[in-house]
Nanobody
Framework: QVQVVESGGDLVQPGGSLRLSCAASGNIFSQSVVGWYRQAPGEQRKLVALITPGGSIRYVASVRGRFTISRDNAKNTVYLQMNSLKPEDTAVYYC????????WGQGTQVTVSS
């Protein structure tokens, strides 16, 4: 069983930065597509960014140029560096590790507010 754990969420002022981490157990990580999703109150969970095993990256338009996804396979960890945060970035952020099966973490809360 693969366990996925997110961390790094916090309360931050508009314009601030946070770095989220997604750590996964098991030996499938390096072969997995890893995605960051977010869910705001009353909304569906949506993709924010993903990174493939080969390092290809995709961002949703609203975060392109502000967020950076990266992976460290030696540490079984994917990061999401979030800069120039806006109130509309407020959400619970979830990590998904997708190999033959799909695994989700419990989420980490990001609140952008003055």
């Amino acid at each position: 069983q693969v366990q996925v754990v997110e961390s790094g969420g916090d309360l931050v002022q508009p314009g601030g930065s946070l770095r989220l981490s997604c750590a996964a157990s098991g030996n499938i990580f390096s072969q997995s597509v890893v995605g960051w999703y977010r869910q705001a109150p009353g909304e569906q969970r949506k993709l924010v960014a993903l990174i493939t095993p080969g390092g290809s990256i995709r961002y949703v338009a609203s975060v392109r140029g502000r967020f950076t996804i990266s992976r460290d396979n030696a540490k079984n960890t994917v990061y999401l560096q979030m800069n120039s945060l806006k109130p509309e970035d407020t959400a619970v952020y979830y990590c998904n590790v997708n190999s033959r099966d799909s695994y989700w973490g419990q989420g980490t809360q990001v609140t952008v507010s003055s």
